[in-house]
Each structure stands twice: as structure tokens, then as C-alpha cells.
DNA sequence: CTTTCTGCAAACGATTTGCAGCAGC
DNA sequence: GCTGCTGCAAATCGTTTGCAGAAAG
């Protein structure tokens, strides 16, 4: 955040190094969908990554962002409407949660602190003697966005 | 849990109470509805309501489950696969959390510790200054189900 | 008896996919 | 030049809806 120009360059020579290191080429449409996000700040939906770029095709953007989870660059995020939101991975963003509109489904980066982070490690233990193998969690809070409320 | 019978009559009484509420009538599908979802524990899919009682039709199911939102008798719950899941209004089971199977969707009902809740709270005045008026939140923890692992 | 609910089948809409031609390397 | 990517249009599939007949009160 301190230099956004050297953040940017190195986020997209990383993105690089994940596409070829997935065997999948680094194209025109892939780089504007993460150029898109990068300057986005938060996840969006496929009706708004199509609007913030009049070039691109809806079905490649779709089977592109599918493509970038599975390279490590992007990541779904489960909103409050019926379209799944997209942002780019957490290893080039850090760590974060979501605030969530439930009236217009906008999603916006949030951060908590860390000793809240530290409060969710210990409940994996508990977690894992139900049966589950925990990897992940996600915390959202809920509300309206300043355009709703 | 200590008088399940009790529990279970106290809840169609309050699930009566709250159709009336919303002028709704207390018909043979919805109380089917509401009683899969006692039985379950834990938040279901469409297919799994209609799989647990086969004289539900799909369309009713749907729309009732909507519809007892409204009244406040039962939640959408966000799971990891492309099916929205239900569980009881938090009113009549009391607030928890969920485990989510990231493999096959499944949901399970999961309790956090009151100091972790507690946490929460503080972090709603942060999120309000970023222009969101805070209402609810939700936390998952995500990783494999017994049956997944 | 009146109004709401139900179930069927058709409609919807977000997402996915087949395929012929184009682009990365 | 070979192989993977793109864009179009068609297909998919979870969910919603119109409507005529059935059930709640």
C-alpha cells in the first residue's frame, strides 16, 4: 500500500509465475479480469467485472475466473444475492473479512484484529472433534452499505 | 435439549404463533416443512427437505421455506456448493455458528464461546465507520466433513 | 364460503459448455 | 505450428411463478 505502483508490478509478476506454474498462459482477457479486481479493492460480481470492462466476453470471464481459483489467483466469496462474488487470493492480498449488504449484495474488504484472529484458532480443536477437518473460516458482518440504508 | 418432547411442542406453539402473526395459515406442508427441519439439527438443502419426507412437492417446499423467512420461522444459510440451505429462525434455537463441508456442502451447527461473541461486538462500530450499518453476522468454519475426509 | 395454499408444468436467470476460429509461445 | 484460449450460442440446473383445483378457517 505504501508504493501502489511496485505493489501492483509485483502483483502481477506473481500472478504470472501461478499461471505458468498451473500450465495455463497468461492471456489479454486473464489480465484485465485481474486488473479489474486489483483495482476494484473488493469482490465483485460477474455483471460488474463486464462493466468495468467493456472488452470482455461474459463466458470467458466466468471460465477465467473459475480457471484463477484453481491457479491460486482468485477466490469466490459468498455474498447476500444470487451472483458468487470474485477477489483475488488471499497470499496477494492478505488476510481478510467481508462486509456483506443484504440488501444490494456489495462486498467490501474488512480487517479485524489480530487477537480476534488469534480467538478462531482456538476454536478449531473443538471444531475438528465433530467430525470436520478444518482449513478455512470466513466472518462477515451483515448489514446495508451507505447506498442502502 | 433436557425435555426434547417440551422443547418440540413449545416450538410448533411458537411457529403457530408466528404464521398468525404474518396471516398466514399453519397448513399440512409447512408444519412438514418445520418438523424436517427440527429433526435434521442442522441446516438442509432443498433436495435434502424433500428426500426426508416424500409427500412434500418441490415447488411448495420452495416457496414455503421463502415464506416462513418472511414469517421468522426459518434462515437462509450460505453453504460451498450451489444449493441455499435452511435451518430454523435463531430465535428458536438460539444463535450459533456452522461447520461447512467444502467438498460436499453439508452444514452442521456449530457453538463459539460467549468472550468470542463478545469480540464481535466491538468490531460492529469499526465496520459502521466504513458506512455499513451493521445488523448480523455470520462466522463458518470450512474444511472436510467425516464423511469427506 | 372465501381466501390462501398446493402441485404441476412452464418460465427464469445465473452459470457452464460445445465448438469453430484466433492467439500465445 | 501446435495447443490452449476466446466468443458465440445453446444447454444446464437451481429456483421461481402462473394457474386451476384443493384445503384452511
Redesign the pocket.
Known sequence: MAHPDDDESDLHAAVDIR??AA????????QVVVDVLVRAGRPL???EILDADA?????????????LVDAGVTRRVESAD???RFELHESLTGHHHHLVCTSCGRVEDFDVPDDFEAGIDVMVDAAESQGFRIDAHRFDLLGRCARCS
Open positions: 499461471l505458468r500450465g495455463m498462459r497468461n492471456s489479454r482477457s486473464r460480481s460477474l455483471p472488452e470482455l466476453a461474459q463466458s470467458s470471464a466466468y471460465r477465467n475466473l473459475v480457471e444470487d451472483h458468487t
